[in-house]
């Protein structure tokens, strides 16, 4: 109790945890991003539920790793080399995620440029998968609750700060779950975008479990540019279709 009542006393815990809420919450979108495009594959009675049991698995992973900072701290440490790059298992999760998120971008690029090819199976694929999609949900929520608590070592060394601040992240995850997931199933170029973004982040994640540092101010620079880009581009859009119903 005395050391948490230190903390609240402590300008530079409020400093520190303010910064980890929002690394925390620029780390989670990432995750919300995927979460919402396999969501919306799923018949709509049972999207929400999808999403509410990713993101509290989310929650529940994050905290139960929290609970397990030294054992985290350690995953750090080199466990073999390959061709001179010493890998450690965060390193081999990091390239694990990087693949099935890579490999999983592709497919779902693939399927929206291509649909004919799924046509015959889509109905019944969409109903059958609701398991096989929170399994998905599951294996990158452990890729980015991961390197989500690392962060969070890295930056303070108070487990009651990173707990409020991973809790505070996941709230405002699932605050936007739905919303994100409409605004994604109502503009399918974004879906396209976000997909690309998937795809980014993936080869980022192989990149840095080889040792190969990305600077994340440059991949979200570039996330943002793009979504400016298509932001005025559906504001063109809207104004072209409010001008045709006006000459209708």
């Known amino acids: 109790m005395e050391s948490i009542l230190a903390l609240v006393q402590d300008p530079a815990a409020w400093v520190a945890l303010a910064t980890l809420v929002v690394m925390e919450v620029v780390l989670g979108i990432d995750n919300l991003i995927f979460i919402s495009i396999l969501t919306n594959k799923l018949p709509e009675h049972q999207r929400e539920r999808a999403r509410k049991i990713g993101i509290g698995l989310a929650l529940i992973?994050?905290?139960?790793?929290?609970?397990?900072?030294?054992?985290?701290?350690?995953?750090?440490?080199?466990?073999?080399?390959?061709?001179?790059?010493?890998?450690?298992?965060?390193?081999?999760?990091?390239?694990?995620?990087?693949?099935f998120l890579v490999w999983k971008a592709t497919k779902e690029?693939?399927?929206?440029?291509?649909?004919?090819?799924?046509?015959?199976?889509?109905?019944?694929?969409?109903?059958?998968?609701?398991?096989?999609?929170?399994?998905?949900?599951?294996?990158?929520?452990?890729?980015?609750?991961?390197?989500?608590?690392?962060?969070?070592?890295?930056?303070?060394?108070?487990?009651?700060?990173?707990?409020?601040?991973?809790?505070s992240a996941v709230l405002v995850m699932l605050l936007a779950a739905n919303p994100l997931a409409r605004f994604i199933e109502r503009n399918p170029t974004i879906v396209m975008l976000a997909l690309s973004f998937l795809l980014l982040i993936g080869t980022t994640l192989i990149a840095e479990g080889f040792g190969v540092h990305v600077p994340k101010g440059y991949i979200y620079a570039a996330m943002a540019f793009s979504a400016l880009v298509e932001a005025l581009?559906?504001?063109?859009?809207?104004?072209?279709?409010?001008?045709?119903a006006r000459k209708g």
């Not at 397990?68 to 990091?94: Q, Y």
């Not at 690029?109 to 998968?129: F, K, R, S, Y």
């Not at 581009?233 to 045709?244: H, I, S, T």
């Open 61 to 99: 992973m994050r905290l139960g790793l929290l609970a397990t900072v030294a054992w985290i701290v350690r995953l750090t440490e080199p466990v073999f080399t390959v061709l001179g790059n010493e890998l450690s298992w965060k390193d081999l999760i990091l390239i694990a995620g990087g693949l």
């Open 109 to 167: 690029i693939h399927h929206h440029v291509d649909p004919t090819d799924h046509e015959d199976t889509l109905v019944g694929a969409a109903v059958a998968t609701f398991g096989g999609v929170i399994v998905q949900i599951l294996v990158l929520d452990l890729v980015f609750s991961i390197d989500s608590i690392i962060t969070a070592v890295g930056m303070t060394p108070h487990v009651q700060i990173m707990i409020v601040a991973v809790v």
């Open 233 to 244: 581009n559906m504001v063109a859009r809207n104004a072209r279709l409010r001008a045709k």
